[in-house]
């Protein structure tokens, strides 16, 4: 069995598992959660994430983030909130590493046109869909589809960001998890493990420095500008104005990222610690059935949080030369979903076996589980395939 070290009484201990969907033998060499994260990260879709957008830069340049980056970037700051809870690390990085699985090509354009092309049938959920690719769509094992992966790490994949169910609920839960949760219950009511409130916590603090970090490379917008838009921005612009005078864009631009992180890191650590000792938790499960989220920013850093998207949603996400793009990706997905949906034959073999003699809702999950998948230049290839060379993001 690998070294364990002293978790906190609170922590998710492996050797307590509540177990897989399809009991195994214990591993000699490794713990549950971290044969987890091993089947994650071996997985195709996560391989795939290496040529998916994150927020679509309409640039050329190979430094911008992609899904798969900020992924790895979670799963880091995951296991240093881990680590400063005496939590179980691993399962913090295989909540971190599952996490955006689900998500279509193209970013949040992609997901956006998926949405609406699939509504009729029931829509699509970037976090019901990651479920699916874990659970159902990764074909790698001989007694079962998906990758049997423990409750701790289901439940914090499909729970990250708070209950699905119930009045602590703030979105509504899609059917795939209501389903996958009939035949493997998720406790979708209640809160997930401290683990999965560290990566959802992650996720927000590598958001926030990537996209300011992208942005500023990408010159949507200047120092000056989110320094003026974002107080919390201005405060430490002014701190290594102060330090380093004369400092060079670029490094600037660098130390402010590391600084955006790890005052968040450092603010939930001190919140989550306030909390923690207020609360007194002596198990996971407590944790689960607390009123509010253990792991969390102060309400400072909350307000710092909201003035950050806030500032990204006006200046990056909807920036002309982003919007013009992610126009251009939206009608890629569009025109992709009901050509397959009509024509199933246009489908790989395997795919097209699927979606022959059934139901329409059924032909629109399996299209969706498709097109999901997809890369987003594998996506613009299979465009111009169907649709001709006049297909063009630039």
Known sequence: MALRLPLAPFASDALRSRGRLFAESPSPTRSEFQRDRDRLIHSTAFRRLAH???VFVPLDGDHFRTRLT?????????????????????????VALAHDLGHTPFGHAGEAALQAAAAAFGGFDHNAQALRV??????RYARYDGLDLTFETLEGLVKHN?????????????????????Q?????????????????LADDIAYNAHDIDDGLRAGLFSLDDIGAGAPFIGALLAEIYALHPGLERQRVIHELTRRVITRFVEDAIDESTRRLKAAAPQSAAEVRAASAAMVAFSAPMLEADRAIKTFLFKNMYRHPRVVTVWEKARDVISRLFPAFFATPALLPEEWE???VAVSDEARARIVADYIAGMTDRFALAEA??????????R
């Open 162 to 182: 708070g209950p699905l169910h119930g009045p602590l609920a703030r979105r509504p839960c899609a059917r795939y998890i209501d389903e996958f949760d009939a």
């Open 384 to 393: 111009r395939r169907l649709f001709g060379d006049e297909v063009r993001l």
């Open 134 to 139: 874990v659970t159902l769509l990764e074909r």
């Open 353 to 355: 076996a699927l979606a």
């Open 70 to 94: 900020h992924t790895i970037e979670v799963a880091q700051i995951s296991r240093a909130l881990a680590r400063a809870f005496a939590l179980d690390e691993d399962l913090a990085e295989a």
């Open 184 to 200: 493997f219950p998720l406790e979708l009511s209640s809160f997930a493990g401290p683990e999965a409130q560290a990566a959802a």
């Open 52 to 54: 998916k957008t994150q």
